[in-house]
DNA sequence: CCTACCGATCGGTAGG
DNA sequence: CCTACCGATCGGTAGG
């Protein structure tokens, strides 16, 4: 599956012809912006709260002008998901490769969940509550797509904690926890803000300790 | 505060009235259910995706006749989480009662646990998910308002919590515990339901096992 | 509660 | 990317 972005590149240059153009380049750094101001509006006025005008107003464009790098409104709410899952896998990976091969579970557990909280905190952390709140609104086969990006982000917690389940650290099944975990954590962007009161680093020690009693 | 419903019928009668007529007792039937059918829809498809001819026409009205209950499509809004609070305090009230003076932490915790997730899946479970999705479409008095009973609601907790923490079962604060333990469980109002591969028992001791330990 | 209606806003398009 | 615009939908109201 390919963005919207990629598709409307794809037709303009016919499919197969790798060089991007100055133009094509300007482009995509346009839709990038557009993506961005689009992720901070519908975090905080939703996506049915948000008009196309007010993205476009945003990004300093006229109104109708979206639609020049957009098919629909709801590719851009796709999109919005789309390049937030991908910077978030990229980013979990980097944390994942960061630990030793001989690393214990909860030193897994705990790069895992300290990543998942910067992320929420971090420039790019209007995507999440985006997802939690507009999931419904996507198209079945936008479903499917971040879906997928969701599931393999997902997956890379499962060793981690089947490793703390095996150990006894972790009481709960490793499914069951994974989906109470990921609440509990994607919640904590409605309520946490770095440095009143709690650092991140001291949130990510509560939640070990909640859910594995480590301290 | 008052809902806006006790506002249109203390307009109606005068203030300090307090038999009601045959009339305002149907008047008060119709609007529960307009607060039931709005509740299901609002979760279903989200506030701004709901029009006020989607709830009427549920409701087996015309358009306009809405506004004879409701004085906008915002104070529906405020009368479902309302209505839905309310409810799931007596609920608790009544699960807590259920218990003997010399119940343990455990046993108040998951006392709490498996009448928030019943809550949940129960006949009137839309109104949690509406909560979460479209708390910030409430006016600032609104939000108040509601904010009051959810406080009330989730200090009850507390107790346990405490109790808890001092005997070492949860090592994470009390106060972040419930903060983490409110997201992971408001969350299963997503991928949980009923009969499916788990029941709500063995989801509360799944739960109870995440958070202290216990199974 | 219904009928009839208004003003505003919205997503999207044509043509350049 | 901009200009100019359309058709549809929406929340809400007047008057009964």
Redesign the interface.
């Known amino acids: 599956m390919q963005t919207s972005h990629e598709a409307v590149i794809a037709k303009k240059r016919g499919r197969g012809r790798p060089p991007k153009s100055a133009d094509e380049r300007n482009e995509s750094m346009r839709r990038g912006e557009l993506v961005k101001v689009a992720a901070q509006l519908f975090r905080?006025?939703?996506?049915?709260?948000t008009s196309t005008r007010d993205i476009a107003a945003a990004a300093g464009m006229q109104p109708g002008s979206l639609f020049y790098f957009f098919e629909s409104k709801e590719s851009i709410l796709h999109a919005v998901m789309r390049d937030g899952m991908a910077q978030a896998a990229t980013s979990q990976a980097a944390a994942l490769d960061g630990l030793t091969a001989r690393a214990s579970g909860v030193q897994r557990l705990r790069a895992l969940v300290r990543n998942h909280l910067q992320i929420m905190v971090g420039p790019e952390s209007d995507f999440i509550p985006v997802m939690l709140?507009e999931w419904?609104?996507l198209s079945e086969e936008q479903r499917v797509d971040v879906g997928t990006q969701k599931d393999e982000y997902e997956a890379q917690w499962m060793p981690a904690l089947q490793a703390l389940h095996h150990t006894g650290k972790?009481?709960?099944?490793p499914e069951?926890?994974r989906?109470?975990?990921?609440?509990?954590?994607?919640?904590?962007a409605?309520?946490f803000t770095e440095g009143r009161g709690?650092t991140l680093d001291e949130?990510t020690e509560?939640?070990l300790?909640?859910?594995i009693?480590?301290?």
């Open positions: 905080q006025r939703g996506f049915h709260g709140y419904r609104l972790l009481k709960a099944s069951i926890a989906l109470l975990i990921f609440g509990a954590l994607n919640w904590t409605q309520w709690l949130l509560q939640a300790a909640l859910f009693g480590e301290r």
